[in-house]
């Protein structure tokens, strides 16, 4: 026989033992109290109701809830009933109380016969305990007590050996079946307040008054049990309260922020668990079998399915309440599901392209960011722009409606000429993008341009007509995580326009369908953090003049370079793909190395040169970073201000951190100056909250000095620089009129082409010996000056 078969067969013969014993001590009691009622029926009634409290107000011998025994104990109400009620009534009472107590609440006959069974088992091995004890010379008192845990312990075997038997799934978190500390208290506290019971039984009440008989004495003991019960009940009711209130609020947190059905399904039984207390808890097609409760919800429409909860049978039956915590919990995690979807319906639509179901550009755009940054090293992706020719042509000949039909027809060729894992979107009126992913070389991704367009080039009927669709295809290929991944879709733009231009001037080669940009991804990362390991990035220096004195004061070390291979590389090309290598910190101490080195010589050749200025963003101040560094470098040119100029982007977001090490940089003599004020980031919040000794004024500023606008801003600066005392730097001066015009304002202090462009060292030093700090060169000079 199976060990289902064994113990189905145990169940069944416990359940006839004890509904026979329980037959026999209920039915005896029933005939010794109607033998006597005038004396017997109160103290039963009363055993009856103090049983029954006791019975409910059961307590946990585990720590882990619900998955540990929980055991009762009416056996406090026996010492009260030995003086009035002979101990085979006495066993009947507590089992009929509990009988009571448990159909009441559970509505179970085999719980409640089971519990009624076990309890007539400990009170018979009470009585036992009690007799021997007491034919043993032990004093009354001791023997109660002895036999009270006798109880418990006797009661909580039989249980713990029902709970072996069934091997119920439960998680326990490594915790013990029993706790030690729990049983010992328990043991503790049932043994003194059945004492308690006896004592008053024999000696009488510890009340106002004299002459009771022993019902009464017996009555007052029992409400003083039930008393006990009443408490414990009530405050097992506020913890299980607080309990459904905490795993309501958490519940419904949880299942705010989960997303597919199968999560918030299992957030469900999570927030559940916690809400009702169970042994476990599912989420299944079918309704709860006996013993369990359910409820109904829905997370796909016409796919009911059902929440249920179980506990053991010992452990207390569910009550409407919990029954009303599942309904809530079920129907936020409904509402959270119907959240969802409509989002993702919302999501779908904005992201889907109407005519062709195809994503649209803000999705592509999204797409592309996300496989740019999460591919490996080892993955190339590329981009191919494609072009619809003679669309418009199409258009006025045969209608938009089919030009729609058209755009359809190509949108789900060009969908089924690339893998699964490629994306296809539509991006304009006749324009394509698909970005191909896990490519191993450039000739593979070409090679899937030309299965896109042999694909596309079918004919396509249109009325009576066919025509064959003819595609341009711009194909860009980055082998490497690109530092501006829109570079990529500009470079394959650009190079579907040549193959477009190409046809304009009548090529008839299909060879030219498909141009591939000759983008470097790899090459510029390899180009620039060689450049950077090796300390090869030249500086150019532009001068700063003052416009009172006509002479230089200052020069800006500005980037400049020229790769052999790759041509001229824009500075902020250069910064930005030194920070996406992690090498940003250590371009800006290079530069600021050579820089003051370089100020260093300009001094020897023109004592007027006192100060040198470099680009740093706020964050690279931090000690950690560059801080203790450029406090270092200042120290070693004591005769040369370094100055570090703060973009306003980087400045207006520095934290207070940050902004005390600035006050402390200034303090120790660096100059702080807040670049490109005017562009379109600018913030007069930045002019009060960023510490600073000198503001330089974007040549946007400056562009129209006819404008009468233009020159009241630059005047209202001027002045409020002096009164915050900071000077002010004019950048963009691109011809004398300019300088003198800004010097007429009470300008002070300018910078541009007008009086020099950014040279390297060489050049530098040559005009400074040759012209001395003169801000501008004679016009022969200026003319042939060039950037190097």
């Known amino acids: 026989m199976s060990q289902t078969g064994v113990l189905g067969v145990l169940r069944r013969v416990s359940l006839g033992v004890f509904t026979a014993v329980g037959l026999v001590f209920i039915s005896g009691a029933v005939v010794i109290v109607l033998a006597d009622p005038g004396t017997r029926i109160t103290a039963a009634v009363t055993g009856l109701v103090c049983v029954a409290a006791l019975e409910i107000a059961w307590i946990r011998v585990g720590s882990v809830p619900h998955r540990t025994p929980a055991m009762s104990v009416p056996v406090l109400a026996v010492p009260a009933l030995v003086p009035v009620l002979p101990y085979q009534a006495i066993v009947g009472v507590v089992m009929l109380g509990i ?46 007590a002895a036999a009270s845990a006798g109880y418990v312990l006797i009661v909580l075997a039989l249980e713990v050996l029902r709970v072996r038997l069934i091997n119920a799934p439960a998680d326990r978190g490594g915790q013990p079946l029993i706790s ?24 009488g009440l510890p009340t106002p008054g004299e ?56 957030a469900l039984c999570q927030a559940a668990a916690t809400a009702v207390g169970v042994q476990s808890i599912t989420v299944q097609p079918g309704p709860a079998e006996s013993g369990a409760i359910g409820v109904p919800v829905m997370f796909t429409p016409g796919e009911p399915r059902f929440l249920v909860a179980r506990r053991d049978p010992m452990d207390g039956a569910f009550s409407g309440v919990d029954r009303r915590a599942l309904q809530a919990l079920a129907a936020t995690a409904e509402l959270a599901v119907q959240a969802r979807q409509n989002l993702a319906g919302l999501t779908a639509r904005a992201n889907t392209d109407p005519l062709t179901g195809l994503p649209n550009y803000g999705a592509f755009q999204e797409a592309l960011d996300t496989i740019n940054s999460t591919r490996s090293d080892a993955e190339a992706i590329a981009v191919l722009f494609i072009d619809l020719d003679g669309f418009k042509r199409l258009n006025d000949t045969y209608g938009h409606q089919t030009g729609d039909e058209v755009l359809k027809v190509l949108g789900q060729r060009l969908r089924q000429s690339v893998r699964p894992h490629d994306v296809v979107a539509r991006v304009g009126g006749d324009e394509f993008v698909i970005i191909l992913t896990r490519l191993a070389s450039l000739a593979e991704a070409k090679a899937i341009a030309e299965t896109v367009l042999t694909a596309s080039a079918a004919p396509l009927a249109v009325g009576s007509d066919a025509i064959n669709p003819s595609l341009s295809i711009g194909l860009a290929y980055s082998v490497s995580v690109e530092t501006d991944v829109a570079s990529l879709v500009h470079d394959a733009d650009h190079s579907m326009l040549l193959v477009k231009k190409s046809r304009r001037r009548g090529s008839t080669d299909s060879g030219t369908s498909i141009n591939v940009s000759g983008h470097l ?4 990362n390899d180009t620039v953090a060689r450049a950077i390991d090796e300390n090869r990035l ?49 371009l800006t101490q290079q530069i600021a190395e050579s820089a003051m080195t370089a100020a260093a010589e300009f001094r020897l050749v023109e004592p007027g040169i006192v100060c040198m200025t470099i680009n740093v963003e706020a964050g690279q101040l931090a000690p950690e970073r560059l801080g203790r560094f450029v406090e270092e470098l200042n120290t070693r040119y004591p005769e040369i201000s ?45 002019l009060v909250r960023v510490p600073m000794d000198i503001l330089k004024i974007d040549r946007s500023l400056v562009d129209d000095l006819t404008n009468v606008r233009q020159r009241e801003v630059l005047m209202a600066l001027q002045s409020f620089g002096d009164k915050l005392e900071y000077s002010m730097i004019v950048e963009g001066v691109e011809n004398e009129r300019m300088a003198v015009q ?47």
Request: charged share 20%; hydrophobic share 50%; net charge neutral.
């Open 642 to 686: 370094l100055c570090l100029e703060l973009n306003e982007r980087s400045a207006v977001r520095v934290s207070a951190p940050i902004r005390e090490q600035v006050n402390r940089l200034r303090d120790l003599g660096i100059l702080i100056a807040l670049d490109d004020y005017g562009s379109d980031d600018s913030s007069v919040d930045s």
């Open 521 to 524: 991804s790899s090459q510029f």
């Open 211 to 266: 002459g009771r008989t022993g019902i009464e004495t017996a009555v007052g003991t029992l409400m003083g049990s039930f008393a006990v019960a009443l408490i414990a009940i009530v405050v097992r009711t506020l913890l299980d309260m607080r309990r459904r209130l905490n795993g309501l609020v958490v519940g419904s947190s949880i299942l705010s922020t989960t997303r597919s059905v199968d999560n918030v399904a299992e």
């Open 538 to 586: 030249p500086l150019a220096y532009q001068p700063i003049v003052s416009l009172v004195t006509g002479r230089i004061w200052a020069f800006e070390a500005l980037l400049r370079y020229v790769d052999p291979e790759l041509g001229a590389i824009s500075p902020p090309s250069l910064v930005e793909k030194a920070k996406s290598l992690g090498r940003f910190d250590k």
């Open 99 to 144: 009988l009571i107590a448990l159909m009441i609440e559970s509505r179970r006959i085999g719980v409640s016969v089971y519990s009624a069974g076990l309890a007539g088992i400990g009170c018979l091995l009470y009585f036992l305990i009690a007799g021997m004890l007491g034919r043993a010379g032990v004093a009354f008192l001791p023997a109660v």
């Open 742 to 788: 800004l010097a007429r304002l009470g300008i002070r202090s300018a910078q541009g082409f007008h009086f020099g462009v950014p040279q390297g060292f060489s050049e530098t030093i040559d005009r400074l010996d040759e012209f001395g700090a003169k801000a501008v060169l004679p016009t022969a000079s200026h003319a042939t000056v060039t950037p190097s």
């Open 180 to 203: 030690p500390v729990r049983l010992s208290a328990l043991l503790v506290t049932v043994a003194a307040l059945a004492v308690l019971s006896a004592h008053w039984s024999v000696i």
